[in-house]
């Protein structure tokens, strides 16, 4: 914050003095202001005027510089002031002065400093130094001292028409009133202070009032609006070029309030190590410290969390800031008892801080009295923790929405010490619903994945309670409240904003170069790789903006209405984790039953290790750990499934799982391998999924992109196949006859046909560029260069398949009837429903029970490859099919899920892209490596391809959770999709084409390796 900058003095010499004007130029262009004052000193200034320029300096110094420097400049100017016997100059530098004494954490001086501004100032002068006093008191978390001083202040400037400072005392006084939790007094002071700066020259101060609204728009529970004022803000500082350390402590808050608390660590450690550099000032390194404790302790991190939040107790104290020292022994206790530590001392010193938060009136002290609540409850120590627990229940009615939240966790806390199970529902309920009013504000799909993490304790506490009193229904209905919530909503489609999209072509771009850098045996230039960084954080940004569009939670959770759509024959599986078991929570035949399993933690493990057995069969010659891996398949079930598994019937089997068992290929367990097996984030979505009709026409698009060792074999043939042409022999792209089968894991060499670059294809309503038109009437697209595709496909032993060459003809667009476009869809205009074109009467159908959707090659069929399979054409054609097949190499980012990848012609297509769908395709098979991947995030959420294409109106997914075998993946392909147009679901055509493959170890490893998500 700058509120605390100097500006002309009036009285102490002419009024167009331009010496004087050097002081509000600080702020409007510092640069510029430094310079001049640097060039004046030079010039044989007067003392007035030395001390003028000396101040300016100072000032610089002491908010964008070196501390040191800025004392020694301020002492001079001080000097300069008393010898040219100006009592008001003197005034205004000491109060300068003051500031900089306290940043630097010598806090006794600085007041010192202010009680001789004060007494030599008379009128307007004094009036700004009481402003500067003011926030001086607000540095050291003194706010009722604070209030008091800025009120004296506020009437004189503004009968001076000082709008400048006006302004800034206004703006202070907002901030004081934030700090308190008076959010209604600090939008008034805001809105006011912002109409002033409209009239003003002071860049700097108007990207302080952004970054103020920015402020208010956190403490309101507004986060979208929050990250976007402070970004704002953040550009308009770099245009200045000024240090950006108050913004970065503010950003931080507000990221840990979205459950970003690792992005927040990082950019406060970031910040520290920058203003250590430039030794900038001690307040701004200890409120950093603090803030990076917080986000430590909040990323499980709670070793740095007690080293962060120990130096800042430290600073803190020696800079006589008992309101900060206060918050940071919060952070400091909290971290203790994260490393598992729990005694009578931490409650009586969680206590204590508490009594001294309220004593401030910081909105922070429910969350000590429920800290020493919980500790004491730990102990035993009932009493002490049902007086802790009631005063922080006290805020669970009224305040910011995660205040709320700790309230209601107190009120569960003591019902559960109470020993009502009814009172512990009750307060999680009203706690998650406060966190789902709150998660439906953000707009972006992760932002709501991670803020769940707020509500684990209440859920955690929910089904413990449901456990033991409502048996195994109520544990279903409390398992779905929080499992998967991200899905239960359409995410809120990227606006349609310029710099978005243009973030997103230029990254592609740089991507693609990078990739083809990569596949020439290099590294991408360290420029290439910073300046695609940049673009991500760009891009993901813009993202977290946005705004959600759909009030409330929508539609709840009916344990009957589960069990009425499964019927008598299909069983669903949902795995619950109390305490570190699984229980087994069996529905089917109108009722549910539950079984408890292994432990979490050992499944994990030994999901790790089959994990690492399937990345081994991939490849040739490890058959001889085919029967480790199906051993470590039985090891895992009796750890997932338990007795359980003796209970499935011998119909369809639903898997729904916990995040952190995403990976686990369900196949493999001997009790679910020859069945018809699906696997969903949630009940819930399964539930939507099979409401979920496929669109009208029957759509077909097959997409083949470049880098696949294969080269998607299998793409040529599903052409000829749905489109009933067959292409000439030989022409195929496939393994050659005799070749070893290749892994997916690595991508081949040069496989891209065209040099990166987006174009927009033309509307199919004639030949475009590069186009010629099929007899049939169709607009076929040639390969690049006119060239044939690849060489003969044969199986795996190199015989051909079925006694005849398959491939693909030197034209690449095989569609045998024209494309319609989103202006040619028999009428229908405008945005396409997410949710899908209808709903069935029970929700069970299968695509050939639909009218316009029985075996797939009823529909249009298109294909894109080579140069045509670019990002936008793709998504155009994605946009609403019925049936999408994508071969293309994968990618998956843990650091960033959603810029996890399906690699096109031009680059990478993001899940970003995906979230552009009106409505994604009704089903979708990708039969590439990681696409079944995941990021487990939040409460029990997952971030990835599949689970941000569920919410979108796919229905149903086939994925792969590892590495595959590229050539053994062909004929899996083909069985599957035969399987589909005999209209079968998904997940009983994969079944099926799991028993026609070969039973060698290869082939073994790539059926199990793939899974079917959802109900279509």
């Not at 999924?689 to 696949?708: C, E, M, N």
């Not at 096109?904 to 995906?914: N, R």
Request: hydrophobic share 45%; aromatic share 4%.
């Amino acid at each position: 914050m700058a509120w605390f900058r100097s500006t002309t003095i009036r009285g102490v010499t002419a009024r167009n003095d331009p010496v004087l004007d050097l002081l509000p130029m600080v702020f409007a262009a510092p640069g510029e202001a430094l310079a001049r004052a640097e060039e004046l000193l030079g010039a044989d200034p007067s003392p007035l005027h030395a001390s003028v320029a000396h101040q300016v300096i100072g000032i610089w110094q002491r908010d964008f510089g070196d501390t040191r420097q800025a004392l020694a400049h301020l002492r001079r100017a001080r000097d300069l002031a008393a010898r040219a016997e100006s009592a008001e100059r003197e005034a205004d530098v000491l109060a300068t002065l003051g500031v900089a004494l306290v940043h630097a954490g010598r806090t006794r001086a600085g007041l010192e400093a202010f009680e001789r501004g004060v007494a030599r100032g008379t009128g307007h002068t004094r009036a700004r130094v009481l402003y500067r006093r003011a926030y001086v008191w607000w540095v050291l978390g003194r706010h009722g001292e604070a209030l008091e001083d800025v009120r004296r202040a506020i009437p004189v400037l503004r009968q001076a028409e000082d709008v400048i400072w006006t302004a800034r005392a206004l703006t202070l006084r907002a901030t004081v009133h934030l700090a308190l939790g008076s959010v209604e007094r600090a939008d008034a002071d805001f809105t006011a202070a912002e109409a002033l700066w409209d009239t003003t020259g002071q860049e700097h101060d108007k990207a302080d009032a952004v970054e103020s609204r920015g402020l208010a728009a956190f403490r309101s529970g507004d986060v979208p609006a929050a990250l976007r004022l402070l970004d704002e803000a953040e550009e308009r500082y770099a245009k200045l070029g000024t240090p950006t350390f108050m913004l970065t402590i503010r950003r931080c808050e507000v990221l840990m309030a979205a459950g970003l608390a690792t992005e927040a660590l990082a950019e406060a450690d970031t910040a520290i190590a920058a203003l250590d550099g430039i030794g900038g000032q001690s307040t701004r390194k200890a409120e950093l410290l603090l803030v990076a404790a917080r986000a430590a302790r909040l990323a499980d991190e709670p070793q740095t969390a007690l080293a962060r939040a120990a130096v800042a107790v430290r600073l803190f104290a020696g800079q006589r800031r008992t309101w900060y020292e206060t918050h940071a022994r919060l952070v400091l206790i909290e971290a203790r008892v994260a490393t598992g530590r729990r005694s009578g001392r931490l409650v009586a010193d969680a206590a204590a801080v508490a009594e001294r938060l309220a004593a401030f009136g910081a909105p922070a002290a429910p969350e000590a009295s429920l800290l020493a609540g919980r500790i004491a409850l730990g102990l035993g120590w009932m009493a002490d923790a049902e007086r802790h627990l009631a005063v922080a229940a006290r805020s669970r009615h009224g305040g910011p929405p995660l205040a709320r939240m700790t309230g209601w966790a107190a009120q569960a806390l003591r019902a559960r010490a109470a020993g009502s199970a009814r009172g512990v529902l009750e307060a999680c309920r009203r706690g998650l619903d406060v966190l789902d009013d709150h998660r439906m504000t953000l707009g972006a799909s992760e932002l709501r994945a991670r803020a769940t993490a707020q509500g684990a304790e209440l859920a955690a506490l929910a089904q413990r309670a449901s456990l033991v009193s409502g048996g195994p229904r109520r544990l279903l209905g409390w398992s779905e409240r929080w499992r998967a919530t991200v899905l239960s909503a359409p995410p809120t489609r990227p606006p349609a904003d310029p710099v978005l999209l243009t973030a997103m072509t230029a990254f592609r771009e740089l991507a693609a170069r990078a990739e083809e850098a990569r596949t020439d045996g290099g590294r991408p230039a360290p420029a290439l790789e910073r300046e695609q960084r940049r673009l991500e954080r760009e891009i993901r940004s813009r993202t977290l903006h946005m705004r959600g569009e759909a009030p409330g939670d929508g539609d709840r959770f009916d344990v009957a209405r589960l069990l009425r759509r499964l019927g008598d024959e299909v069983r669903l599986v949902e795995l619950a984790v109390l305490d570190g078991r699984v229980h087994v929570l069996l529905c089917g035949q109108g009722r549910v039953r539950r079984f408890e399993a292994g432990l979490l933690a050992e499944a994990e493990v030994e999901a790790e290790h089959v994990q690492a057995g399937l990345r081994r069969l991939a490849h040739p010659g490890a058959e001889a750990r085919l029967p480790l891996v199906e051993a470590a398949g039985a090891r895992l079930q009796h750890l997932l499934l338990g007795p359980a598994a003796a209970h499935l019937g011998s119909g369809p089997v639903v898997v729904v799982p916990p995040g952190r068992l995403h990976r686990v290929p369900w196949a493999l367990l001997p009790a679910l391998r020859e069945r018809v097996l699906s696997v969903s984030p949630s009940a819930s979505s399964w539930l939507r999924a099979r409401d979920t009709a496929p669109p009208p026409g029957g759509r077909q698009v097959l997409v083949r992109g470049p880098g696949l060792a294969s080269g998607g074999a299998e793409v040529p043939e599903l052409s000829d196949r749905y489109t009933g042409r067959r292409t000439p022999a030989g022409t195929g792209t496939g393994t050659p006859p005799g070749a070893p089968p290749s892994t997916r894991e690595v991508p081949s060499q040069g496989g891209r046909d065209q040099p990166a670059r987006t174009r927009d294809v033309p509307p199919h309503d004639g030949p475009g560029r590069g186009e010629q038109e099929d007899p049939a009437g169709a607009w076929a697209v040639p390969a690049p260069g006119g060239r044939v595709h690849g060489e003969r496909t044969a199986t795996l032993d190199g015989a051909p398949r079925g006694g005849r060459e398959r491939g693909v003809s030197a034209v690449a667009g095989v569609a045998t009837t024209r494309v319609p476009r989103p202006d040619d869809d028999g009428g229908r205009s405008g945005r396409r429903e997410r949710d899908g074109a209808g709903r069935s009467g029970d929700g069970g159908h299968r695509i050939a029970d639909v009218p316009g959707g029985g075996a797939a090659a009823r529909g249009t069929t298109v294909v894109l490859e080579g140069d045509d399979a670019r990002v936008p054409r793709v998504l155009r054609e994605l946009d609403g099919a019925a049936l999408a097949h994508i071969a293309a190499h994968g990618t998956f980012r843990a650091d960033s899920p959603l810029f996890s990848s399906l690699r096109m012609a031009d680059g990478p297509l993001i899940v970003h892209d995906f979230e552009r769908l009106d409505r994604s395709p009704y089903r979708i098979i990708l039969p590439c490596c990681d696409t079944a991947r995941f990021a487990s995030v939040g409460a029990d959420e997952l971030l990835g391809l599949v689970t941000a294409l569920l919410p979108l109106g796919t229905a149903g997914v086939v994925a792969c959770t590892a590495p595959v075998n590229d050539a053994a993946v062909v004929p899996l392909m083909l069985a599957l999709h035969k399987g589909l147009e005999a209209g079968l679901s998904l997940a009983e055509a994969l079944r099926d084409a799991r028993a026609s493959l070969p039973g060698d170890a290869v082939h073994q490893a790539t059926g199990w390796a793939f899974s079917a998500f959802g109900a279509a």
